[in-house]
């Protein structure tokens, strides 16, 4: 169970996530000290292990860079629900093992501060605050799988020890 941060705009882009002047580092935990400072320079000393990230439409555009990703999950955020992702954030979160989920009505429902909780396997999320259940469509399996190895490199490795 987590804390949503809510950041009700489309278009957050990947230098809103993790601005380029911290890209001399491929270190989570360094990346996550400046993870969303530009949009909301609370952020990290709000977010706490397991919470969410919730948007509108269009999250993760602008550069193709798995620092945003990196920057998220060493905030440990547990995932970002936002009404779309951009192509290449939504693939580079797969391949670095974090899980996205798109929800209309979750964006819609879900206000800033509540505690969600959330099963991905079922695809519910449960919004404690305010008592209300959200369905959402669970990743295919082969990105699950992705996922559950930690991403695609260390996917690829055990498909390859396994043949």
Known sequence: MGKAHVYRRDHINTD????????NTDE????ARHCMEDLDAGFVEKAGEG??????????CGSSREHAVWAIRGAKVRTVIARSFARIFYRNAINCGFYLIESNEAVERINDGDEVEIDFEAGLIKDKTSG?????????????????????????KKEMQGN
């Open 132 to 156: 209300i259940e959200i369905s959402f469509s669970p990743l295919p399996d082969f990105a699950l799988e992705i996922i559950g190895d930690g991403g695609l490199l260390e996917h690829v």
């Open 28 to 31: 989570e935990e360094e990346l």
């Open 16 to 23: 809103e996530i993790i601005p380029a002047r911290y890209l």
């Open 51 to 60: 919470d969410v990230i919730v948007a509108g439409d269009d999250f993760g």
